[in-house]
């Protein structure tokens, strides 16, 4: 067995690495940027070499610096993790000339299936589905419509050497073939610094899922079930589960055959992942095989019990695998979220800052059997830096059956406090609730679908409104009684706290009344419906339990002068408690309205100005492209909402721009 594996990687996935090693007695060394100088996975290996600028071009995807590393600290194996070098065929073979073991597949299954026009070519001579499409390579903007228009829209257009959903858009028209090429094109150069495209025809109502295989030296390969990634955002995994909601036991049973049948025609050997297209009759096409290890690799581990970095170790320390595909079980349910460093409310754009609160749900098999898992690479204080990608932690759960699952998630979620950044917690809530996730009846268009004008939040129903605003009642009665608690003072002299009160929140103005009794606090609504409500809340918390009627709820907490935030589940509500009298004037004070940006273009994020389309006294139309903004290996072109004529050009190119700075005026 290996005395020391270094960690190709940063974030979560080299925490991950590092805690598996820990568990088998094998010494770890981090390598860091100038970015990550402070970073958790640098805190927990044992030893820890810095490798250069924060951008991952001069630092993470190095060889020669990994190489050096490797040098200086004596290691005998790497682990590279997911994204960087995982899948990078030149590395492996520069590991293997210097006598390092790569925890990884063999070097010609990398070259085979990294590149994706190869990689068709071997799975159709190998027996398994694929997807209409051109695999050659595309010189040009012209070729590529030519080429979309034969194979018929919708088409989908992918980087060669990409992944992670880098590099990747649907045409549904020349123009989007046009552009999506060019733009694929700059992110797959940026990313992968390998710019080739190609294109396929894109599957309508697809879902994706994907088979983890394994294998070790001695050509004992298995697959261990699926996992259903549907849920996508710019072709980017939000929430993954294992197994499949759709899936029978034939077509799981055809689609590991099919993937191991791939693994084999390669060589294969390691874990990796098959990813599958799968229409509404069950029908599989092959998408692609990444050779490394999954970002969604827990849920398939919740699953099955297996530790895939285990044995990642052992099969590249020679080791044969210690089980065979009968021994494979699927027990219970495992679902994953992804949680991002960007804003919701601001179609899903990269948000960076410090984490000025992290405070994860805690960890292990809970009271009620379910399990809560949570992979991370980040902790409280630190910084989410613009260099990487916007990953913050994978949130996972587990339990018996896909509804107690998706329960334990929405649960967890309520329970996991992040500040001082946006990130996408209220989304992932949302969809937790909704009716169409709960069923199962998932695509990859599922978030365009169901959110189709961006995500703003959710608006409670009439019974949930009223849970929220006997929350708030509490709170303020907690409030009031500790305002009056004042030290020298004489007792009989002291202001009585009230018991009636109006609530106003989303929407809703009630009077209510609260009564506290030695069984605890009810709230009385003006229709003479009553809630039970109760919880140890105390000023300064910013998360607590509160039992309202018969349902637990964990609801975050925010009190800024009279008015008190409530979040939970998606919903995101400001309530005012006030007095019959206050109440009525409120509604007499005149509502303050927003700025007039109509005429100004700001900056949606905090990025860098990779181009400037337009100058001053150009007119443009709507939906022109003014601007593009790349952050977090992204890149978002800035269009024109409507006809007018540039009046200023405030940014330039290579400019570093905060969230709502100016880019341009209009006339």
């Given at each position: 067995m290996f005395k020391k594996?270094?960690?190709?990687?940063?974030?979560?996935?080299?925490?991950?690495?590092?805690?598996?090693?820990?568990?088998?007695?094998?010494?770890?060394?981090?390598?860091?940027?100038?970015?990550?100088?402070?970073?958790l996975h640098v805190r927990m290996a044992d030893e820890a070499v810095h490798i250069g600028p924060a951008p991952s071009s001069q630092s993470y995807i190095v060889i020669d610096r990994i190489i050096d590393a490797i040098r200086k600290t004596g290691a005998d194996a790497v682990h590279p993790g997911y994204g960087f070098l995982s899948e990078n065929a030149v590395f492996a073979a520069a590991l293997e000339k210097e006598g390092v073991a790569f925890i990884g597949p063999p070097v010609k299954a990398i070259e085979a299936m990294g590149d994706k026009i190869t990689s068709k070519k071997v799975a159709a001579e190998a027996g398994v589905n694929t997807v209409p499409g051109h695999m050659g390579l595309i010189e040009d903007a012209g070729e590529a419509v030519r080429i979309a228009s034969a194979i018929g829209y919708p088409v989908m257009i992918k980087a060669s050497a990409g992944g992670g959903g880098k590099g990747m858009r649907i045409a549904w028209n020349d123009q989007e073939a046009r552009e999506g090429f060019q733009a694929s094109k700059n992110e797959a150069k940026s990313s992968f610094g390998d710019d080739r495209i190609f294109i396929e025809k894109f599957v309508t109502e697809p879902r994706h899922i994907e088979i983890q295989v394994l294998g070790d030296r001695h050509g004992g390969t298995l697959y261990l079930g699926e996992r259903e990634c549907s849920i996508q955002r710019r072709n980017q995994k939000v929430i993954e589960e294992a197994p499949s909601p759709f899936l029978d036991a034939a077509t799981r049973r055809a689609m590991g055959e099919q993937a191991v049948?791939?693994?084999?025609?390669?060589?294969?050997?390691?874990?990796?992942?098959?990813?599958?297209?799968?229409?509404?009759?069950?029908?599989?096409?092959?998408?692609?095989?990444?050779?490394?290890?999954?970002?969604?690799?827990?849920?398939?581990?919740?699953?099955?019990?297996?530790?895939?970095?285990?044995?990642?170790?052992?099969?590249?320390?020679?080791?044969?695998?210690?089980?065979?595909?009968?021994?494979?079980?699927?027990?219970?349910?495992?679902?994953?979220?992804?949680?991002?460093?960007?804003?919701?409310?601001?179609?899903?754009?990269?948000?960076?800052?410090?984490?000025?609160?992290?405070?994860?749900?805690?960890?292990?098999?809970?009271?009620?059997?379910?399990?809560?898992?949570?992979?991370?690479?980040?902790?409280?204080?630190?910084?989410?830096?613009?260099?990487?990608?916007?990953?913050?932690?994978?949130?996972?759960?587990?339990?018996?059956?896909?509804?107690?699952?998706?329960?334990?998630?929405?649960?967890?979620?309520?329970?996991?406090?992040?500040?001082?950044?946006?990130?996408?917690?209220?989304?992932?809530?949302?969809?937790?609730?909704?009716?169409?996730?709960?069923?199962?009846?998932?695509?990859?268009?599922?978030?365009?679908?169901?959110?189709?004008?961006?995500?703003?939040?959710?608006?409670?129903?009439?019974?949930?409104?009223?849970?929220?605003?006997a929350i708030a009642a509490l709170i303020n009665q907690v409030l009031q009684e500790r305002a009056v608690q004042i030290s020298g003072t004489i007792g009989n002299h002291r202001r009585v706290v009230g018991r009636e009160w109006v609530v106003a929140l989303a929407g809703l103005t009630e009077a209510v009344t609260l009564e506290t009794g030695p069984d605890g606090a009810s709230v009385i609504f003006s229709d003479g419906k009553r809630l039970s409500v109760a919880s140890g809340w105390l000023p300064g918390q910013s998360h607590a339990n509160f039992h309202v009627g018969s349902e637990s709820m964990g609801v975050k907490v925010d009190l800024a002068g009279s008015a008190i935030r409530l979040r939970w589940r998606g919903m995101d509500v400001?309530?005012?408690?006030?007095?019959?009298?206050?109440?009525?004037?409120?509604?007499?004070?005149?509502?303050?309205?927003?700025?007039?940006?109509?005429?100004?273009?700001?900056?949606?994020?905090?990025?860098?100005?990779?181009?400037?389309?337009?100058?001053?006294?150009?007119?443009?139309?709507?939906?022109?492209?003014?601007?593009?903004?790349?952050?977090?290996?992204?890149?978002?072109?800035?269009?024109?909402?409507?006809?007018?004529?540039?009046?200023?050009?405030?940014?330039?190119?290579?400019?570093?721009?905060?969230?709502?700075?100016?880019?341009?005026?209009?006339?």
């Open positions: 594996i270094l960690i190709a990687n940063r974030g979560e996935i080299a925490c991950r690495v590092i805690k598996t090693a820990k568990k088998m007695g094998i010494a770890t060394v981090a390598v860091y940027s100038d970015a990550d100088r402070d970073a049948a791939l693994a084999k025609a390669v060589g294969y050997f390691s874990a990796g992942t098959v990813e599958f297209i799968v229409d509404g009759v069950r029908q599989f096409y092959f998408l692609e095989m990444n050779t490394r290890l999954q970002v969604e690799h827990p849920v398939t581990e919740l699953v099955t019990g297996i530790d895939l970095v285990e044995q990642m170790i052992r099969v590249a320390a020679g080791e044969k695998l210690s089980f065979g595909q009968d021994d494979v079980k699927l027990n219970g349910w495992a679902i994953e979220s992804r949680l991002y460093a960007e804003d919701p409310y601001r179609n899903f754009l990269p948000s960076i800052g410090r984490l000025t609160r992290y405070r994860p749900p805690v960890e292990g098999r809970q009271d009620d059997g379910t399990v809560i898992r949570n992979d991370t690479g980040v902790f409280e204080g630190g910084e989410i830096c613009m260099y990487y990608d916007p990953m913050i932690a994978k949130l996972c759960t587990w339990a018996p059956d896909r509804g107690k699952a998706i329960d334990a998630m929405g649960a967890a979620l309520d329970d996991f406090e992040v500040e001082g950044i946006g990130h996408n917690l209220p989304f992932l809530s949302a969809v937790m609730g909704q009716e169409r996730f709960r069923s199962g009846r998932l695509t990859t268009a599922y978030i365009a679908e169901e959110f189709p004008d961006g995500f703003a939040g959710v608006e409670p129903d009439a019974p949930s409104a009223r849970q929220l605003a400001i309530a005012r408690v006030r007095s019959s009298r206050v109440a009525e004037l409120a509604r007499l004070m005149p509502k303050k309205l927003p700025p007039d940006t109509s005429k100004m273009l700001l900056c949606p994020m905090p990025g860098v100005i990779t181009s400037v389309a337009v100058k001053v006294g150009d007119a443009v139309e709507a939906g022109q492209t003014l601007a593009t903004v790349e952050a977090m290996k992204m890149e978002n072109a800035l269009k024109a909402e409507r006809q007018g004529v540039v009046k200023r050009v405030a940014a330039v190119v290579g400019q570093s721009l905060a969230v709502d700075e100016l880019i341009m005026e209009f006339e």
